[in-house]
Nanobody
Framework: QVQLVESGGGLVQAGGSLRLSCAASGSIFSINAMGWYRRAPGKQRELVAGITSGGSTNYADPVKGRFTISRDNAKNTVYLQMNSLKPEDTAVYYC???????????????WGQGTQVTVSS
């Protein structure tokens, strides 16, 4: 079984910073792409940032220049550093990872439980 556990959400004032973490655990052979998504109230889930196993990154336009995604392969962890936060960044943030399981070598997407980020004006 594979699990993704997120941490680091909370309440912050506009202009502030937060750092989200997401650790994968369980029967893992390899972790391929990882990413962060968010769902704001009344909106569909959207990609925030992604990172490949080789470290290539991509960002949604609204967060470019403010958010930074990174990963620590030794710890099976992906991070999202969020700076200059705006009220419109308020959402539930979800971690996603494309993981190949050990033993079965099946590859599938896994999701974290979500962590709330609230930015006050």
């Amino acid at each position: 079984q594979v699990q993704l556990v997120e941490s680091g959400g909370g309440l912050v004032q506009a202009g502030g910073s937060l750092r989200l973490s997401c650790a994968a655990s369980g029967s893992i052979f390899s972790i391929n792409a990882m990413g962060w998504y968010r769902r704001a109230p009344g909106k569909q889930r959207e990609l925030v940032a992604g990172i490949t196993s080789g470290g290539s990154t991509n960002y949604a336009d609204p967060v470019k220049g403010r958010f930074t995604i990174s990963r620590d392969n030794a710890k099976n962890t992906v991070y999202l550093q969020m700076n200059s936060l705006k009220p419109e960044d308020t959402a539930v943030y979800y971690c996603n990872a494309d993981i190949t399981q050990a033993i079965s070598f099946r590859t599938r997407d896994y999701w974290g439980q979500g962590t709330q980020v609230t930015v006050s004006s």
